[in-house]
């Protein structure tokens, strides 16, 4: 759950659905499904990076890391730089 709230809380865009109608962060429950349904007109770099932790959060669903090259440089730096990947990581 970590992973997720560092992720919406650094971005832009899903910074607007950290609320309790998407993520329960008492219950560690994410409306996948609505945020997926939520996301269809978003751009293909701003999908990639709420796949990218809905995917660190649950492991499911496909994740094309080739995505990554349409990101720019501040979104790279979120998912590559920052905490993200280390929170998801930490036992490895």
């Given at each position: 759950?970590?992973?997720?709230?560092?992720?919406?809380?650094?971005?832009?865009?899903?910074?607007?659905y950290l609320t309790d109608d998407y993520i329960n962060i008492?219950?560690?429950?994410?409306?996948?499904?609505?945020?997926?349904?939520?996301?269809?007109?978003?751009?293909?770099?701003?999908?990639?990076?709420?796949?990218?932790?809905?995917?660190?959060?649950?492991?499911?669903?496909?994740?094309?890391?080739?995505?990554?090259?349409?990101?720019?440089?501040?979104?790279?730096?979120?998912?590559?730089?920052?905490?993200?990947?280390?929170?998801?990581?930490?036992?490895?």
């Open positions: 759950m970590d992973t997720v709230i560092s992720l919406f809380s650094n971005h832009s865009k899903l910074q607007r008492y219950e560690g429950i994410i409306e996948e499904e609505k945020l997926k349904k939520l996301s269809k007109p978003w751009s293909r770099s701003e999908k990639f990076v709420l796949q990218l932790a809905l995917h660190l959060y649950s492991g499911r669903g496909k994740l094309d890391l080739n995505d990554i090259d349409y990101l720019d440089d501040k979104n790279k730096h979120l998912v590559m730089e920052m905490e993200a990947m280390k929170i998801r990581f930490k036992a490895m």
